[in-house]
């Protein structure tokens, strides 16, 4: 387990059967020889199979071939929530040998040009609901082919339009747009139908995708993810969540993005290759349709995180389903409680196994084995992978002693995309990845997170990355400077507090919050700010956030 009795460095499993495939798209064919009528993925009541989904992705990657100029290794950004052409677009778009960008579709203007423009992007596939915003940014990036769809432009006659007609009608969620060359996404699959799909193979060193996460200069940066990186996690993840997984027989719950990395790779790609269902659910955030969802199937997993399992169990509709057929919850992005894996296990009956990852490593890195989870940890380093913490100086640091994580091993992305300088600085000249968490190494094999060593703010298990949301601040007339901390909160885990020393006497807080929901995603807008004569410095001026921070947690002990 260790090199050194004093120095240890824990290790997973031998990673078996990555050089079995080249591609992601090896992976995929070979769920669908193997599972081709089983149910792969269901959203809003419509379900496509394997064969379906292999069918309507070679369809979309037909038309990529045939009626654009896109090549192998061009940039694809896919801008949309949780539906049914999540699914057929990436593997679409893979099969066409394109490289997968994914995209948040609640991004504002100013976020979506700079991660388009920054990936270099050519074409996008986008939910019609934000195609305005894409509209107004368009010029400013080199996308040159667009690809438009509705909510629920893969269900059936008449539903579809039933659907459609009410989002843009009766609720009037897709504002007013002009896209002059759009093509409509069924209109593609179908011009795509009529043509051959050329199956392009990638090699496991190419890039699969770029997964954009944030920065020190507070802009979001791409992660060089390769086909080995997320096939090798992919069978990582079977490795160490196999023993609770019947292939081809789950359902599982996904209420999780797809576009971020722990679904993408959970759901998108470890449940394909093992042939699960996936049930993926548009709008988690709607708890009262959620648990209705619910009411209708009787699932076998679950994957969410922290504040999503102390919601669900808050809520007596949820705490009356029938539960006798879960057998599996997961939880990640976000450290998991105590007091909520007691509670949904008092629910549901179901013990919640944590896992950790970073989208640098595409995500997992560690799990708790089924069978012997340890509640306040993140478990095991799963197959293949080596993990040790160091101090400051880059010392190798014992059992027991807190330190910084670093990562080894086929997950561990090829870099930051354009942006060598980051990537010698995130990994060293050993290949260990320095993952800016601080963590403990027990002897037993377990790994304990206990605090960051960046600045970042977790909030619902997104990061949030102070510099970006002070950035955006800093160009508002009356703000003089700002400083953004995470503070404690019992419905996202962390919260935004902005300090602001305003330029005059007319800033409203109230005002600023509504000016920053106008440029910055909703988990990134500051729950509360504070106003302030002057912020604590350093003596060349760098403000100290963690002062402030410190401030905060003193109050809270305090009981204020």
């Known amino acids: 387990m260790s090199e050194h009795a004093n120095a240890p460095i824990l290790t997973g499993p031998e990673l078996q059967g990555v050089d079995d495939y080249r591609s992601v798209t090896d992976v995929f064919h070979a769920a669908v020889g193997n599972y081709a009528d089983k149910p792969a993925f269901s959203c809003m009541g419509q379900t496509l199979s394997f064969a379906e989904l292999e069918r309507l992705s070679g369809d979309f990657a037909a038309w990529l071939q045939h009626e654009t100029d896109l090549e192998p290794g061009d940039r694809i950004a896919i801008q949309l929530p949780n539906l049914l052409q999540f699914p057929v677009t990436v593997f679409g778009a893979m099969r066409a040998g394109l490289v997968v960008v994914n995209t948040n579709p609640l991004y504002t203007e100013r976020e979506m040009a700079h991660q388009f423009k920054d990936s270099g992007a050519r074409a996008i596939v986008i939910l019609a609901n934000m195609a305005d915003k894409l509209e107004r940014i368009l010029e400013r990036t080199d996308i040159r082919h667009v690809v438009v769809t509705e909510l629920a432009d893969l269900h059936g006659f008449p539903r579809r339009q039933l659907i459609n007609a009410v989002v843009r009608h009766v609720k009037k969620l897709v504002p007013r747009y002009s896209l002059p060359g759009a093509v409509a996404f069924r209109q593609a699959l179908k011009q795509g139908a009529s043509r051959e799909h050329r199956e392009v193979q990638r090699e496991l060193d190419d890039i699969a995708a770029l ?286 507090k902005l300090f602001v020393v305003p330029r005059g006497d007319g800033l409203d807080p109230e005002e600023l919050r509504a000016w920053c929901k106008k440029e910055l995603t909703a988990y990134k807008v500051p729950k509360t700010i504070e106003l302030r004569d002057e912020l604590p410095k350093t003596n060349v001026g760098k403000v100290l956030r963690r002062q402030l921070r410190d401030e905060e947690q003193g109050k809270t002990q305090a009981g204020e």
């Open 211 to 496: 997964q954009y996460t944030g920065g020190t200069t507070g802009l979001a940066k791409g992660t060089m993810l390769t086909h080995r990186n997320l096939v090798a996690n992919m069978l990582q993840a079977g490795q160490a969540i196999g023993p609770g997984l019947h292939n081809g027989e789950e359902e599982v719950i996904a209420p999780l993005p797809v576009y971020h990395i722990y679904t993408f790779t959970v759901n998108c790609l470890f449940l394909m290759e093992t042939g699960n269902h996936s049930v993926l659910i548009t709008n988690p955030r709607d708890l009262p349709a959620f648990v209705k969802e619910l009411q209708k199937r009787r699932f076998t997993a679950f994957i969410g995180l922290n504040t999503l399992f102390n919601a669900l169990c808050n809520r007596e509709d949820f705490r009356a389903l029938d539960f006798s057929g879960l057998h599996l919850t997961i939880s990640g992005g976000m450290a998991l409680t105590r007091a909520v894996a007691e509670r949904w296990k008092a629910v549901t009956g179901c013990d919640i196994a944590e896992g950790y990852g970073l989208t640098e490593t595409s995500p997992v890195v560690s799990f708790n084995p089924v069978d012997a989870i340890q509640l306040g940890t993140i478990g095991k380093p799963v197959a293949g992978t080596r993990v040790k913490v160091v101090d400051a100086d880059g010392n190798d640091l014992p059992f027991g002693e807190p330190g910084e994580l670093c990562v080894q091993g086929p997950q561990v992305m090829k870099g930051y995309w354009n942006r060598d300088d980051e990537t010698a600085g995130a990994i060293d000249a050993g290949g260990w990845f320095h993952t800016g968490d601080i963590a403990v190494l027990q002897e037993d094999g377990y790994i304990r997170i206990v605090d960051r060593k960046k600045d970042m703010i977790l909030v619902s298990g997104f990061n949030v990355y102070p510099n970006e949301v002070e950035d955006v601040v800093a160009t508002h007339p009356d703000v003089l400077e700002s400083a953004a901390v995470g503070v404690p909160d019992e419905a996202s885990g962390e919260a935004i």
